[in-house]
Protein backbone atom coordinates (compact mmCIF):
# COMPACT_ATOMS: atom_id res chain seq x y z
CA UNK A 1 0.00 0.00 0.00
CA UNK A 2 1.40 3.28 -1.13
CA UNK A 3 1.56 5.93 1.52
CA UNK A 4 0.96 8.57 -0.98
CA UNK A 5 -1.70 11.05 -0.81
CA UNK A 6 -3.05 10.92 -4.19
CA UNK A 7 -3.77 14.23 -6.20
CA UNK A 8 -5.87 15.13 -9.39
CA UNK A 9 -3.05 13.52 -11.40
CA UNK A 10 -3.20 10.24 -9.35
CA UNK A 11 -4.52 8.02 -12.09
CA UNK A 12 -7.86 6.07 -10.47
CA UNK A 13 -10.08 2.76 -11.57
CA UNK A 14 -12.44 0.43 -10.41
CA UNK A 15 -10.41 -1.82 -8.69
CA UNK A 16 -13.17 -4.58 -9.06
CA UNK A 17 -11.24 -7.42 -6.87
CA UNK A 18 -11.20 -5.33 -4.09
CA UNK A 19 -14.61 -4.58 -4.50
CA UNK A 20 -15.78 -8.07 -4.67
CA UNK A 21 -13.83 -8.70 -1.68
CA UNK A 22 -15.01 -6.17 0.54
CA UNK A 23 -18.88 -5.19 -0.69
CA UNK A 24 -20.88 -8.34 -0.67
CA UNK A 25 -23.69 -6.77 -2.65
CA UNK A 26 -21.51 -5.98 -5.65
CA UNK A 27 -23.19 -8.16 -7.95
CA UNK A 28 -26.33 -6.89 -7.01
CA UNK A 29 -25.72 -3.84 -7.89
CA UNK A 30 -24.00 -4.39 -10.82
CA UNK A 31 -26.94 -6.34 -12.11
CA UNK A 32 -28.64 -3.31 -11.11
CA UNK A 33 -26.91 -1.52 -13.99
CA UNK A 34 -27.67 -3.92 -16.87
CA UNK A 35 -29.92 -2.28 -19.66
CA UNK A 36 -33.48 -3.64 -19.82
CA UNK A 37 -32.72 -6.48 -22.54
CA UNK A 38 -29.84 -7.93 -20.54
CA UNK A 39 -31.29 -7.66 -17.10
CA UNK A 40 -34.24 -9.90 -19.05
CA UNK A 41 -30.89 -12.43 -20.63
CA UNK A 42 -29.25 -12.83 -17.26
CA UNK A 43 -32.19 -13.38 -15.06
CA UNK A 44 -31.27 -17.12 -15.43
CA UNK A 45 -27.61 -16.58 -15.01
CA UNK A 46 -26.18 -17.49 -11.48
CA UNK A 47 -24.06 -14.69 -9.75
CA UNK A 48 -20.59 -14.78 -10.26
CA UNK A 49 -20.89 -16.49 -13.95
CA UNK A 50 -17.87 -16.44 -15.81
CA UNK A 51 -17.53 -16.49 -19.73
CA UNK A 52 -14.34 -16.71 -21.93
CA UNK A 53 -13.67 -13.36 -23.33
CA UNK A 54 -10.69 -12.31 -25.19
CA UNK A 55 -8.26 -10.11 -24.35
CA UNK A 56 -8.42 -7.05 -27.67
CA UNK A 57 -4.72 -6.07 -26.54
CA UNK A 58 -3.35 -8.98 -26.16
CA UNK A 59 -5.61 -12.35 -28.05
CA UNK A 60 -5.49 -14.06 -24.49
CA UNK A 61 -8.61 -16.01 -23.61
CA UNK A 62 -9.71 -14.80 -19.76
CA UNK A 63 -12.48 -16.22 -18.23
CA UNK A 64 -14.21 -12.92 -16.99
CA UNK A 65 -17.65 -12.02 -14.82
CA UNK A 66 -20.46 -12.30 -17.27
CA UNK A 67 -22.44 -9.22 -16.10
CA UNK A 68 -19.44 -7.16 -15.68
CA UNK A 69 -18.15 -7.68 -19.00
CA UNK A 70 -21.37 -7.23 -20.24
CA UNK A 71 -21.89 -4.37 -18.71
CA UNK A 72 -19.18 -2.87 -19.93
CA UNK A 73 -18.87 -3.75 -23.72
CA UNK A 74 -22.95 -2.86 -24.17
CA UNK A 75 -25.10 -1.51 -21.47
CA UNK A 76 -22.35 1.09 -20.07
CA UNK A 77 -22.23 2.73 -23.47
CA UNK A 78 -26.24 3.71 -23.77
CA UNK A 79 -26.07 7.51 -23.72
CA UNK A 80 -28.97 6.93 -20.91
CA UNK A 81 -26.50 5.31 -18.78
CA UNK A 82 -24.84 8.53 -17.57
CA UNK A 83 -27.12 11.49 -17.03
CA UNK A 84 -26.38 14.71 -15.22
CA UNK A 85 -28.38 14.22 -12.44
CA UNK A 86 -26.45 11.19 -11.44
CA UNK A 87 -24.21 11.51 -8.14
CA UNK A 88 -20.70 12.66 -8.06
CA UNK A 89 -19.58 9.01 -7.54
CA UNK A 90 -21.73 7.16 -9.04
CA UNK A 91 -20.74 9.35 -12.11
CA UNK A 92 -17.27 8.26 -11.88
CA UNK A 93 -17.99 5.10 -11.35
CA UNK A 94 -19.73 4.44 -14.70
CA UNK A 95 -17.68 6.72 -16.52
CA UNK A 96 -14.54 3.84 -15.44
CA UNK A 97 -17.68 1.26 -16.89
CA UNK A 98 -18.28 3.15 -19.90
CA UNK A 99 -14.44 3.85 -20.86
CA UNK A 100 -13.23 -0.33 -20.35
CA UNK A 101 -11.90 1.04 -16.46
CA UNK A 102 -8.74 2.89 -18.20
CA UNK A 103 -7.55 4.33 -15.05
CA UNK A 104 -7.77 8.38 -15.30
CA UNK A 105 -6.90 10.82 -12.57
CA UNK A 106 -9.08 13.27 -10.87
CA UNK A 107 -8.20 15.88 -13.81
CA UNK A 108 -9.04 13.68 -16.83
CA UNK A 109 -12.14 12.69 -15.06
CA UNK A 110 -12.96 16.94 -14.27
CA UNK A 111 -12.77 16.91 -18.57
CA UNK A 112 -15.27 14.39 -18.65
CA UNK A 113 -17.84 14.72 -16.31
CA UNK A 114 -17.54 19.17 -16.14
CA UNK A 115 -17.18 18.93 -12.39
CA UNK A 116 -14.55 20.31 -10.60
CA UNK A 117 -11.15 18.19 -10.26
CA UNK A 118 -10.82 19.08 -6.27
CA UNK A 119 -14.57 17.82 -5.75
CA UNK A 120 -13.83 14.50 -7.80
CA UNK A 121 -10.43 13.27 -6.06
CA UNK A 122 -12.21 14.23 -2.30
CA UNK A 123 -14.78 12.39 -3.72
CA UNK A 124 -13.01 8.89 -4.45
CA UNK A 125 -10.08 9.31 -2.15
CA UNK A 126 -11.49 9.64 0.91
CA UNK A 127 -11.45 7.25 3.63
CA UNK A 128 -14.10 4.78 2.81
CA UNK A 129 -13.80 3.13 -0.93
CA UNK A 130 -16.82 3.55 -3.02
CA UNK A 131 -17.55 1.17 -5.60
CA UNK A 132 -13.99 0.09 -5.55
CA UNK A 133 -12.62 3.40 -6.64
CA UNK A 134 -9.07 3.34 -5.55
CA UNK A 135 -6.15 4.88 -6.79
CA UNK A 136 -4.45 2.61 -10.34
CA UNK A 137 -1.30 1.26 -8.84
CA UNK A 138 0.54 0.27 -12.60
CA UNK A 139 3.87 -0.35 -10.83
CA UNK A 140 2.03 -3.66 -9.10
CA UNK A 141 1.42 -6.10 -11.58
CA UNK A 142 -1.99 -7.37 -10.42
CA UNK A 143 -1.80 -11.24 -9.28
CA UNK A 144 -3.68 -12.97 -11.82
CA UNK A 145 -5.05 -15.79 -9.50
CA UNK A 146 -8.77 -16.65 -9.18
CA UNK A 147 -10.76 -17.66 -6.28
CA UNK A 148 -11.48 -20.58 -6.54
CA UNK A 149 -15.33 -20.18 -4.81
ZN1 LIG B 1 -26.87 -4.23 -22.33
Known amino acids: MSLLK ?6 FHI ?5 KKNERDWHVFLRSLLCAEHQEAFTEVEEGGMIDWIDPKTAE ?19 EFSDS ?4 VEAVFRVFLANGNVPMSADDLSKRLERPAD ?9 RVYR ?4 YQANVPSPDKEDEA
Open 6 to 11: PTTKTP
Open 15 to 19: DFDWW
Open 61 to 79: VKAVDGIQHTLMSHCALLP
Open 85 to 88: HTAM
Open 119 to 127: IILRTISGP
Open 132 to 135: GLRP
